[in-house]
T-cell receptor, first 117, second 113 residues
Framework: GAVVSQHPSWVICKSGTSVKIECRSL??????MFWYRQFPKQSLMLMAT?????????EQGVEKDKFLINHASLTLSTLTVTSAHPEDSSFYIC?????????????FGAGSRLTVL | GQQLNQSPQSMFIQEGEDVSMNCTSS?????WLWYKQDPGEGPVLLIA?????ELTSNGRLTAQFGITRKDSFLNISASIPSDVGIYFC?????????????FGKGTLLTVNP
């Protein structure tokens, strides 16, 4: 089945540094990937839609200059948290779309836990 | 934005019992999906529903896509301890070439052995 890989699984960084998270579709091509953020005991909130070869579409309230998204190939999207601060600490999850029985289904990565000190 | 109302928020049951949870929305969705999330992991797809009225089973799991396309339920029969986790419903809506997945707030399931 379709597999989405995220790296790193967890990262701890100092306040003010930038962190890059990778999302890869391992056995299929994904023209569209999605980035979610999940705070403890809460649901997944869509941050942005990553489109291969074009600019990402950000949800309302998500700072595009702080959360840089690059979708350089059909199997890789990256999320860079720039100048991270403690309030950016969260669980970041990506997903990629692939067809199942003619309809699109999203498969999720295992998530990346970011802790900003 | 679109809202999905998922209930119950949490459930505490005994092993062997059946479980039911549901989601409702004020908007129509093209596809309903049910995911399970274990702590520290990403959501894993359990069941996907594509047509209004569709009833689909996956082992002990059964889910239905409401006829109005605004609701769905998930049933788990004969629960076992490994069913513990957070279950999310999600609605997929298309707009042209774009589509968006909206999640419910989740149902935390605890199964006592």
């Amino acid at each position: 089945g379709a597999v989405v890989s995220q790296h790193p699984s967890w990262v701890i960084c100092k306040s003010g540094t930038s962190v890059k998270i990778e999302c890869r579709s391992l056995d299929f091509q994904a023209t569209t990937m999605f980035w979610y953020r999940q705070f403890p005991k809460q649901s997944l909130m869509l941050m942005a839609t990553s489109n291969e070869g074009s600019k990402a579409t950000y949800e309302q309230g998500v700072e595009k200059d702080k959360f840089l998204i690059n979708h350089a190939s059909l199997t890789l999207s990256t999320l860079t948290v720039t100048s991270a601060h403690p309030e950016d600490s969260s669980f970041y999850i990506c997903s990629a779309s692939h067809p199942v029985s003619g309809a699109n289904v999203l498969t999720f990565g295992a998530g990346s836990r970011l802790t900003v000190l | 934005g679109q809202q999905l109302n998922q209930s119950p928020q949490s459930m505490f049951i005994q092993e062997g019992e059946d479980v039911s949870m549901n989601c409702t929305s004020s908007s129509i969705f093209n596809t309903w999906l049910w995911y399970k999330q274990d702590p520290g992991e990403g959501p894993v797809l359990l069941i996907a529903l594509y047509k209004a009225g569709e009833l689909t089973s996956n082992g002990r799991l059964t889910a239905q896509f409401g006829i109005t396309r605004k609701d769905s339920f998930l049933n788990i029969s004969a629960s076992i301890p490994s069913d513990v986790g957070i279950y999310f419903c999600a609605g997929l809506r298309r707009g042209g070439s774009n589509y968006k997945l909206t999640f419910g707030k989740g149902t935390l399931l605890t199964v006592n052995p």
